[in-house]
């Protein structure tokens, strides 16, 4: 059903405040590109909405504003119908809410694009006697074919690689590491709804022994001695994952090979902490 | 206005083929994680919709099933609402369409996170003169203060890092390079909508020379010899700024640092070429 076939007036004068009173716009923060961000947290009737959408364009175009951002926490679902009869259209949605987007030029629309990538973490933890901390997982593609396999997970959205690194292997295993660094990376293309997925292969140095498994996700864990790992079929016929062996003798036996570690730097612009992955060893040892 | 509130069963008999006929389910695809994918593609009635979800949901329980998703297009937003009244949250949206979820089971919900980057690039592009491919763009937070910076840009979903240095450079200023290889990467959290990028800094040799820079973005284009970029204020002030200078000649200068470069991989469950980004220079020179 369309909103623009219920009489806009009607609805209009219920909800202004003032029978006499127009329509106001809706509150909107400037963002730092020209453009507006409206952030809805109260509920409102749909043909309101509308009526406060319209008149907000008009004001905003006057002022030259370029993109209009809509942030809809998902309470107010009933509005995402109008908001794209109006123009706009989707640029992101979390569970809580849904984001929309509209471009007032003419000239060419300049919407930054959504999050197009997963970024994920392999962990190599390696202790002094030559096993690596391996699972089995209760799910997945790697379930029920015996495959022991390294610990791995997702980064979250405002968290280090590094630390999900740490993260990741502590949740899985029970065993607490400090990181070494990056061996490796690759990109996996469309691995879910035509989104692509950067996995980092780190190195990491167990600080502790026990292994407590996580219940939910993981079958079983366990030191295994890295010839038994590298030998596995799987091991042997995915290309990917001979490298991973390769990589890890040649960082950890031979001692010729060095990857990327994290170097804290500060930031001019962010006003955060940031850290540089880069081949510290090459560049330390120059010095 | 609420979709309940409109009498069920007289829509429901009108899109009913048969008078007598239940309400038939959603048609649906499984997927690799025992959930099952609904892509609706042709319009529907809110409520004739509600009660196929109802009926299908049912149904999916009983078959065990875990993760439902549902793909709207952008067209079909007036279902929006009634999937999220019937327990559906948002999962994530691109332009043309929302994909919303829901978990049937009562045991731990282990749907993915929705993608939670950008993956951008930083192109070094140094000829043999020492000169470095540098850009003035129109808009941004470097725009009007005399800054040259290098070109960047924004690894689309399903394109390679190393593709993306390649294209981002000929986007920008019309010159032609072959990739070498990632001097550095970082994340910078936050830097959009609570999301994070990751950037990749990389070094191109030209295969090219004239600049023919676009219009829409870049105010100016020019071969910068090194040292002026190296010696810009911001390039002095910024502390990754000025790893981008020391990386840079340490790789090109005194040869003594090497990054990641990537080199092809088959990929045993993906069907498909994947690349492996690491020390290649490294573990080349051991073998």
């Known amino acids: 059903m369309s909103v623009s076939t219920i ?79 109006e123009g706009f259209w989707y640029h992101h949605a979390e569970p809580s809410y849904l984001m929309l987007v509209y471009w007032i030029p003419q000239t060419g629309c300049t919407i930054p694009i959504n999050a197009s990538h997963r970024v994920a973490v392999a962990a190599i933890v390696l202790n002094q006697n030559k096993e690596v901390l391996v699972v089995q997982e209760k799910r997945g593609r790697f379930h029920g074919i015996g495959y022991w396999k390294l610990p791995t997970g997702v980064v979250d959205a405002g968290e280090e690689v590094f630390a999900a690194a740490i993260r ?42 026990e292994i407590k498994k996580q ?18 079929p799987l091991t042997q016929k995915h290309e990917p994952f001979k490298y991973v062996v390769e990589l890890c003798l040649a960082n950890v036996e031979e001692k010729f090979y060095t990857g990327f570690s994290p170097r804290p730097v500060s930031s001019y612009f962010e006003d955060q902490l940031n850290y540089l992955y880069m081949n510290s060893n090459e560049l330390d040892k120059s010095s």
């Not at 175009?61 to 951002?69: E, I, Q």
């Open 168 to 209: 990741e292997v502590k949740e899985e295993t029970g065993v607490d590491t400090e990181f070494v660094e990056i061996l490796a990376f690759r990109e996996v293309q469309n691995s879910f709804f035509g989104k692509s997925d950067l996995s980092f292969l780190c190195m990491l140095r167990p600080l502790s022994v």
């Open 7 to 85: 009489p806009a007036p009607k609805l209009g004068e219920r909800l202004c405040e003032n029978g006499f009173e127009h329509p106001k716009i809706l509150p909107a923060i400037d963002d730092a590109h020209g453009g507006v961000i409206v952030d809805l947290n109260e509920p409102m009737d749909p043909q309101h909405f509308a009526t406060l959408l319209r008149s907000s364009l008009l004001h905003w175009n006057l002022k030259g504003k370029h993109g209009v951002w809509i942030k809809l926490p998902i309470n107010l679902v009933n509005l995402v119908e109008t908001a794209v009869k």
């Open 215 to 232: 219940e939910l996700e993981i079958e079983a864990a366990q030191w295994m001695p890295f010839e038994e790992f590298a030998v596995q």
